[in-house]
């Protein structure tokens, strides 16, 4: 088993991205192998894996699952990285289309190793609600923006315990049977918050989320905290950006390759 690989890095979110239109990965057991590749020092390690697969439609189409092998709709930072993959690869040129469950989002390559996608149409939006969580009231907000996420502002966004009211949220009743991801945000500039997200699928804090800054910047653009364009500061300490422009949504940040290599079965083998 030698499959060529590229492990990239979307402002701090990784990914594993094989390009699977020979249809090489076709028989392997994703369930088994993606949390096995995926995982951290034994492995190759990652926040999830991508496959790049043929479209009849445009350029191509993928697969994304989260590190644990469960399928997400979208993934914002997944996208840019995918984006370049395919640039770099020839499948795609500086600006390109790509199928994802979550619908057809456009990329472009722009200047160093920035990419620009336009995420698809956001909905069930819902601000400033109230949240029972073990006998303590939040008030949360919550927007879908191709995955589901739940956005709460905090004062002390450095200290905050991601981890502990990440899971309370992600698995709360109200957002089942599939679960929400979680953001965290502070305001610390004139149009600049900083966002510390929980994934699901992950479960755990990543050092970034495309999809939850978009949300996170959509709930703070409507509660009139901030303006568009919104610079989000990831956890990993590097910078995305968002715009909200007549009614479409854009992400923008770095997409960088970490390293390319062929995995081995040892690779698993644990």
């Not at 699977?20 to 096995?36: A, H, Q, T, V, Y």
């Not at 819902?126 to 739940?150: A, F, Q, R």
Request: charged fraction near 25%; aromatic fraction near 10%.
């Amino acid at each position: 088993m030698n499959i060529p690989f590229y492990k990239m890095t979307g402002s701090g979110n990784d990914f594993i991205i094989i390009d699977n239109r020979d249809g090489k990965m076709n028989d392997i057991n994703l369930s088994e192998f993606i949390p096995k590749v995926c995982a951290r020092c034994v492995s190759v390690g990652a926040d999830g894996l991508i496959l790049i697969e043929n479209s009849d439609n445009v350029d191509f189409k993928w697969q994304f699952f989260n590190s644990d092998g469960s399928v997400a709709e979208m993934c914002g930072n997944g996208s840019r990285c995918a984006a370049r993959f395919a640039y770099l690869n020839g499948i795609a040129g500086k600006k390109m289309a790509f199928e994802t469950i979550a619908g057809i989002i456009e990329a472009e390559i722009m200047d160093g190793f920035n990419v620009k996608v336009q995420l698809t149409d956001p909905f069930d939006e819902k601000i400033d609600y109230k949240l029972n969580l073990n006998g303590e009231e939040l008030t949360v907000s919550s927007i879908n923006t191709g995955v589901p996420h739940v956005v709460v502002e905090v004062d002390d966004i450095e200290n905050f315990d991601v981890v502990k009211y990440g899971r309370g949220i992600r698995f709360h009743e109200f957002y089942q049977p599939a679960g929400t991801n979680v953001n965290f945000f502070k305001k610390i500039g004139e149009n600049k918050l900083k966002v510390r997200t929980y994934e699901r699928g992950v479960e755990n804090e990543t050092m970034a989320c495309g999809t939850g800054s978009v949300a996170t910047s959509i709930v703070a653009v409507k509660k009139g905290i901030v303006k568009s364009p919104v610079e989000i500061e990831t956890s990993s300490g590097l910078l995305l950006k968002v715009y909200l422009e007549n009614g479409k949504v854009y992400l923008e940040g770095e997409a960088r390759v970490v390293y390319t290599g062929v995995l081995n079965r040892e690779a698993l083998e644990y």
